[in-house]
């Protein structure tokens, strides 16, 4: 086998991958984008070269032995951005992964590494190919040793030859140093000859073929001017060739034979590919480089047909399988069960009807590992069957390791945990209206193969836990919050159907009284939900001022419209037109849609794994978002009613949780003060901003530090409070500093939060939440000022949001203790909602706001109002 040597520049190749790659950032924060293109080109040598030995060179600091000889030498580089220099610890991992040699040699260059290999292995008999962003380089061309210079992006590139050298320039390789002499060079900071360029240069030397050679006939040179340059300069040529050239007699700590190169671990690589996030070369490396395949990728199992106890045991993973989102409608379609005694497959029909599987799932000593522990609870409960004791839940915890990834199945999670699952649900199941359940055999295997997976993840995930500090946050907070909120979704919410009817009802004759206005209005009628015909309206018609008209007409977006509210009568009753349209549609129309035939309850999912911020949401209805401000949206909540005669709807919500959050966390004393004297916290922050007394505070000046007060929490920007304010940017900017000035600890968090954010990669909630902020590094300015922003509000939301989950739990435990039959029914951001019997309100009235408020203790107190009625809509 011939001997063929790769040298690559490690620091011009990394450069390149750089700049021609956008900015990527893996899970944990570190951009990877250089490190991405760098394994790209790898990939691409291994496979194109096949080299016998291999080495990338890297340069060991700033100084050389140039700088001796030009001090300025490589003066006036800009600073490696921040962004890349991080990535080079990863790259020089990578390459150790591969088992690739790397080297670097104080006070030398990587270019002197590479002449001085290269000339070596030249004289072994080697074929050697360099690989460089620098064409410095390409004078070690010879008819043995290929420069390879990257000329755009990281994959084309072009093959310097004695023969395209000759070419391209019309000199040797060797000359390629006199050339850099009398021209130099701008990016390496050498001078050269001042007003000599490549052309001038090129034809100077094929008449006197050397920099010396010149000199000692400069006579010959005709042309005055530069002749002159040439007299004035000739220091400054011979050391511009002196730095340009290439020692290739570097004393190497590094011989030939340890730059040989065997091949790679594909596991050892993998693991590499998988802590940088590049799932997409997982698949290139091939199936069998995935950690604990073998076990996954051989799936032998047992279809049962009917259960013992041996197919059962203390410790098990189980699998409970549901074909849609909604697990409220759709059926369980199979399960399985994998343990120590092996792996099973059961029908869901066996599940139900088996007195042994029902007995076990519910006995609160044998320990499951599941899937969506919410989503096998109540799916289980649907079919009568109780089920207890989950110890841990996969998808739970891959979501507080990283809430920014969302992950579709347990193949996904699988995958992002080092673990191949051979096939996702979509691949199983088909997509959209071809999704169905396929035969037996195919879905046994799929389900086993899935709890297989659960089961090789569950330990990394623990000790992922472990390492973060998070194992507190997954196991008092997030896990048992997930067994409450599955009992609140299947306990579901009373809907009075009639009730919601009549408001339909009432809906749709208002509509109809609106769009008589409107068409009157307009003079004549038209359809009022198309688009083009109301634009043709507006802005034809009625000559109202328009945006730009695009090819598909006018934008009559709600933007739109509520700036050209005060310009016509017209306006504002088509955005309430609108407004109730969406109450009709959505929320009266919708929900009675999901009203469940048999409890006549809506039973709304509420998805735990989906903000980045741990904030509850809530689907299949979205009971959070009801429109409020309109008393027609209100109202809807009359039609949420008790499920029992004599109960009440009882509801509890914290009184502006998140700026004593704030407070707490921000530790300014002026925030605290005002929270611990129970003070009107705007008015007090309007006496604060404005240097006025309490009784000085007009509405105006609340309703500015209000805005102001709620816009820090939400990280606002100097044009965000202009448009909430109707300011000037100048003016809200101006108020933004008087806030920060008279609050000064709420400055000082800002700052540092958003420096522990560029250090770490990411924020933490008070109960050791994260959240990763990639983009805080970004060179864009939008971008990272955005990132900033995140990082100031996502500590305060998400510590709200832990408290509310961390009251639910408390609540639970103190229902159950005192024996009470209230039942805990909905939680809508800050606000938690219960039916009781009317007799044990006496007892909520003290033990709610008791519990809440002491959910966890700040440096202020909480504070939480309460009230009950008839309905939802009276409780408030």
């Not at 040179?221 to 040529?237: G, S």
């Not at 590049?278 to 996954?296: R, V, Y």
């Not at 980045?612 to 209805?621: A, C, M, N």
């Not at 005002?674 to 007394?693: C, P, Q, S, W, Y």
Request: overall charge negative; aromatic content about 8%; proline content about 3%.
């Amino acid at each position: 086998m011939p001997k063929k040597l790769v040298l690559i520049d490690g620091n011009s190749i990394a450069y390149r991958a750089f700049f021609a790659l956008p900015l990527l950032n893996n899970d944990k924060g570190v951009h990877t984008n250089a490190i991405y293109g760098f394994t790209m080109i790898l990939m691409k040598i291994l496979e194109d070269e096949k080299p016998s030995h291999m080495l990338v060179a890297f340069d060991a600091g700033k100084t050389t032995f140039r700088h001796e000889t030009f001090k300025e030498y490589k003066g006036g580089r800009q600073k490696t951005p921040p962004e890349l220099s991080e990535q080079f610890p990863f790259i020089r991992e990578l390459l150790d992964a591969y088992s690739i040699s790397r080297y670097e040699l104080p006070n030398y260059e990587a270019d002197d590494i590479i002449g001085t290999l290269s000339r070596q292995a030249e004289k072994d008999g080697f074929e050697v190919k360099v690989i460089s962003g620098d064409k410095d380089l390409t004078q070690l061309v010879s008819e043995h040793i290929t420069v390879d210079i990257t000329r755009k992006g990281i994959t084309d590139v072009d093959s310097y030859t004695p023969q395209f050298v000759m070419e391209k320039y019309g000199l040797s390789p060797s000359q390629i140093i006199d050339m850099k002499g009398l021209m130099g060079d701008s990016s390496d900071n050498i001078p050269g000859v001042p007003g000599v360029g490549e052309k001038t240069a090129i034809k100077l030397l094929k008449e006197h073929e050397t920099l010396e050679g010149l000199y000692e006939s400069l006579e010959k040179v005709t042309a005055k001017k530069l002749k002159e340059k040439l007299e004035e300069n000739k220091e400054q040529a011979i050391m511009s060739k002196e730095l340009a050239t290439i020692n290739c007699e570097a004393p190497l700590e590094i011989t030939l034979s340890e730059a040989e190169y065997k091949g790679f671990e594909a596991k050892t690589v993998a693991g590499i590919y998988k802590e940088l996030g590049f799932n997409s070369l997982l698949d290139k490396l091939g199936a069998d480089t995935e950690e604990d395949l073998e076990p996954i990728e051989d799936v032998q199992f047992e279809m049962l047909v009917e259960i013992a106890e041996e197919h059962l045991a203390d410790e098990s993973v189980l699998i409970v399988e549901v074909l849609d989102d909604n697990y409220h409608s759709s059926s369980i379609i199979g399960l399985a069960v994998i343990n120590e005694n092996g792996s099973y497959y059961v029908p869901a029909e066996l599940a139900v009807k088996s007195e042994a599987f029902k007995k076990w799932a519910a006995d609160g000593t044998k320990r499951k590992t599941v899937y969506d522990a919410k989503q096998s609870i109540v799916a289980l409960h649907w079919q009568g069957i109780e089920l207890n004791a989950v110890e841990f839940d996969v998808l739970l915890a891959a979501y507080i390791l990283d809430p920014s990834q969302s992950f579709a199945d347990a193949a996904g999670v699988a995958r992002h945990s080092g673990i191949h699952l051979v096939q996702s649900d979509e691949t199983v199941y088909g997509k959209g209206a071809k999704r169905a359940i396929p035969e037996t055999e195919k879905l046994a295997e799929h389900l086993v193969r899935k709890g297989l997976a659960l089961k090789a993840v569950k330990e990394k995930l623990q000790l992922q836990l472990e390492e973060n500090e998070q194992l507190e946050l997954y196991l008092h907070l997030e896990m048992p919050l997930s067994i409450i909120l599955a009992e609140m979704e299947a306990t579901g919410v009373s809907v009075d159907i009639e009730r919601l009817e009549e408001m339909g009802r009432q809906l749709t004759d208002r509509l109809m009284t609106l769009e008589e206005t409107i068409h009157r209005l307009a003079g004549e009628a038209f359809n009022i939900n198309s688009p083009k015909q109301l634009g043709s309206i507006l802005f034809d018609k009625l000559g109202l001022p328009a945006a730009k008209k695009t090819k598909t007409g006018y934008s009559t977006s709600a933007d739109v419209l509520e700036k050209l509210a005060g310009k016509h009568e017209i306006v504002q009753e088509i955005l309430h037109y609108r407004q109730l349209g969406k109450l009709q549609s959505t929320y009266i129309e919708g929900l009675l849609k999901v009203v469940h035939k048999d409890t006549r309850k809506v039973h709304t999912r509420y998805v735990q794994t989906l903000t980045q911020t741990g904030r509850l949401s809530s689907t299949d209805p979205n009971l959070q978002n009801i429109p409020i401000r309109l008393e027609e949206g209100r109202k809807i909540r009359q039609a949420f009613v008790p499920s029992e005669k004599d109960w009440v709807m009882f509801a509890a919500d914290y009184s502006q949780i998140e700026l004593r959050v704030l407070a707490h966390i921000a530790g300014d004393r002026n925030l605290i003060e005002a929270f611990r004297n129970d003070l009107d916290i705007h008015t007090k922050t309007a006496m604060d901003v404005f240097g006025v007394e309490a009784d000085a505070v007009t509405s105006n000046m609340r309703r500015q530090a209000k805005a102001v007060n709620f816009g820090i929490v939400y990280g606002i920007s100097d044009y965000g409070l202009s448009q909430s304010l109707n300011i000037t940017r100048k003016e809200a900017g101006e108020f933004i500093k008087r806030y920060l000035e008279s609050f000064d600890g709420v400055k000082e968090y800002m700052e540092e939060i958003v420096q522990e954010a560029k250090q770490n990669g990411y924020v933490k909630t008070l109960l050791h939440r994260r959240r990763y902020i990639p983009e805080i590094t970004s060179r864009n300015f939008n971008v990272r000022s955005f990132a900033e922003r995140t990082a100031m509000n996502t500590p305060i939301q998400g510590s709200a949001a832990d408290i509310i989950k961390k009251a639910m739990i408390d609540m639970a435990a103190k229902l159950k203790e005192e024996k009470l039959q209230t039942r805990l029914l909905l939680q809508v951001h800050d606000e938690l909602i219960f039916e009781a019997p009317k007799e044990e309100i006496p007892v909520l009235e003290k033990l709610v706001p008791q519990v809440m408020e002491h959910a966890v203790e700040l440096k202020v107190p909480l504070k939480v109002d309460y009230s009950y009625g008839s309905s939802w809509y009276d409780a408030k």
